[in-house]
């Protein structure tokens, strides 16, 4: 209850901030996509990242205005980025996590649509991350929505993918373009066969789909190698780098790209 009176203030008093973590092409090394993500500057308690308040977030509903606030700025991130000549529209992807309420909210492909337009952000270069979550309720509808937003030319990736609830029947149903294997099979898949086993029977899987990979967690070289190896092409991770600031985000990409 604390935490959630906070949170009623954080948006008022400008508590909230967006990171950026870049997604690597593993053979180019060239940036090619970003994925926000949230931290929130507690006055007492200093930064908190999502894992401490976005349980709150969701069961108070205040995640319908925080995650608007979140694809509006990332958006606005982006829309920089490309002023600036310092990404491609077709050649980048903004990944912005969606959790399962703000999913469900009638009106979400509205705000979708609204912050690309007051943007300006080409909708081929949103990609939203979303986890099994969002289907448990409504299947139906959740293809619906996804549709809607895949016709304007928006993009889905699979968040987490192996952990949870997860279940193939989502993955057969919803149009998702994209799976991201979660970091928990990345950090242990050279030191345990089993996690080494399904890394690399979702890569297999995700091409038979005509999916891509992207690969979370990546922090040693030797990952990245069996990564390779295995057709996982793109990667994000503290190897790379860590999730950084727009105007840190903009100095990499000027720098590298
Ligand atoms: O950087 P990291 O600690 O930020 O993120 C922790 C978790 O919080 C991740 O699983 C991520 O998907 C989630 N997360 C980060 N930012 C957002 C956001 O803006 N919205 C939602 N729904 N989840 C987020
Ligand atoms: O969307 P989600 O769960 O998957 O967000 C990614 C989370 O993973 C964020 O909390 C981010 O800070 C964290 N993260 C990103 N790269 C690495 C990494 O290389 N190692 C570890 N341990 N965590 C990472
Ligand atoms: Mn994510
Ligand atoms: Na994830």
């Not at 990332?74 to 990944?95: G, M, R, T």
């Not at 979400?108 to 979303?130: G, M, R």
Request: include cysteine; glycine fraction near 6%; proline fraction near 4%.
């Amino acid at each position: 209850l604390l935490l959630e009176n906070d949170l009623r203030q954080a948006l008022p008093r400008q508590q909230f901030r967006l990171v950026f973590q870049p997604q690597v092409d593993a053979r180019s090394q060239k940036i090619i996509g970003a994925e926000a993500l949230l931290r929130w500057q507690h006055p007492q308690r200093g930064e908190l990242t999502p894992e401490r308040f976005m349980q709150v977030l969701e069961e108070s509903g205040l995640i319908q205005e925080v995650g608007l606030w979140v694809l509006r700025n990332a958006c606005q991130a982006c829309a920089w980025f490309l002023d600036e000549a310092l990404i491609e529209p077709d050649n980048f992807h903004l990944c912005v996590n969606i959790s399962p309420r703000q999913f469900r909210h009638y009106d979400f492909v509205e705000d979708v649509e609204n912050c690309l337009k007051a943007s300006a952000l080409p909708a081929q270069t949103l990609k939203l991350e979303i986890t099994e979550g969002v289907a448990i309720r409504n299947i139906e509808d959740t293809i619906h929505k996804m549709q809607r937003l895949k016709r304007i030319g928006v993009a889905f990736a699979m968040d987490d993918f192996g952990t949870g609830y997860s279940s193939l029947t989502y993955l057969k149903r919803l149009p998702v373009d994209t799976l991201k294997i979660d970091q928990s099979f990345i950090h242990d898949a050279l030191l345990n066969s089993n996690d080494g086993a399904i890394v690399r029977a979702i890569i297999a899987m995700a091409h038979s789909l005509g999916l891509q990979t992207i690969a979370e967690g990546v922090e040693e070289t030797e990952q990245l190698d069996f990564l390779q190896q295995e057709g996982c092409h793109l990667y994000q991770g503290y190897l790379f780098s860590r999730a950084i600031p727009p105007e840190d985000f903009h100095a990499l990409l000027t720098a590298t790209n």
